[in-house]
Structure formats: C-alpha cells, structure tokens
C-alpha cells in the first residue's frame, strides 16, 4: 500500500502542471437554474479553490438562488483531486460539505440545513490559465427531520493563476 501512495504521489508531481500544480488558485463562476419549494430560480455561484499540493484543491464558494421566495444562499467547503494523467481532459473527483441559509416568505419561516456529497467530471484547460469543467454532482440534505439524495449536472468555466 505505501508503495502505490508514493507511486501516485511521485507520478502526480511529474503530471501536474499548469492549472493543477501546487500553489495556484483557481477562480470560476458558475450559472443555472433550479427548482425548490415549487418555485423556480436562477442560480449564480463564485468558486475559489487553492492547490494545497499537486492536483489537490481546497477551497470555498457562494451560490445565491434569485428570482424568488424564499431567499437561499449556501455557503461550501469542496475539496477536488484532479488525478494526474496526461489527457486533454483531466478527469476530477471530489467531495463537499453545504451550509445552506434560508430566508422566510410571506407565509413560513425555513430552517437552514447542511448538505455533502461528492462531484465527478472532466476538466479541460482552454487556453493560458483557463479551464471549462463539467461534471455530475451528488447531494444529501439533512434537514434535521429527514435526509434526501439529488444527483444534478455542473458546468463551470474559470481562470488561474
């Protein structure tokens, strides 16, 4: 087993490069629309991730739900391995943890709750320290009275530097 981590941690410094390597930053936005509690909204997200070491991203990002009542902002923690293979697609996976804010409407008040999941897709870097990501993401939401699962599709376009 310590072979195969140091194998990988070995290859994945040969590997990362650009976009990927320790050190850099990585900006993107996000846009969509989804639906809760009957009511359709435009989404609108910022990301930040950090490469803590080759092909390994933490970071923090902001989504706000617009266009209705009530008013949701989340606030997530994802952490993303981009595997270090010499494709023009770099695959990723990753996993997350979600504090979602809830506003109120005319006629109740919504708790916040807490979601994690994991996300997995392809990355493809479009020029000098641009990228296009698309993937598939995978949500649970505790509520506090119950837990649901969502699945749903992701595409972010960012800069890096």
């Known amino acids: 087993m310590k072979k195969i981590i140091i194998a990988t941690l070995l290859s994945s410094s040969i590997y990362a490069g650009g976009i990927f ?11 969509g629309t989804d639906t809760a509690y009957g009511n359709t909204y435009t989404v609108l997200g910022v990301n930040a991730h950090y ?31 981009h595997p270090p293979i010499a494709l023009p697609f770099r695959p990723y996976i ?5 504090r979602t804010i809830m506003g109120s409407d005319n006629n109740y008040n919504y708790n916040d709750y807490d979601s994690y999941g ?44």
């Open 21 to 31: 390597s320790v050190g850099h930053k990585n900006i993107s936005v996000t846009a």
């Open 51 to 81: 490469f803590v070491v080759d092909n390994l991203s933490v970071g923090l990002s902001y989504t706000s739900w617009l266009g209705s009542d009530p008013s949701i902002n989340q606030f997530t923690i994802p952490v993303t391995f």
């Open 94 to 98: 990753g996993g997350f943890y979600s």
């Open 118 to 161: 994991g996300r997995v897709g392809l990355t493809m870097q479009t020029g000098n320290g641009t990228y296009v990501s698309m993937g598939w993401v995978q949500e649970i939401t505790e509520n506090g009275e119950d837990i649901s699962s969502r699945g749903y599709p992701e595409v972010s376009a960012g800069i890096s530097f």
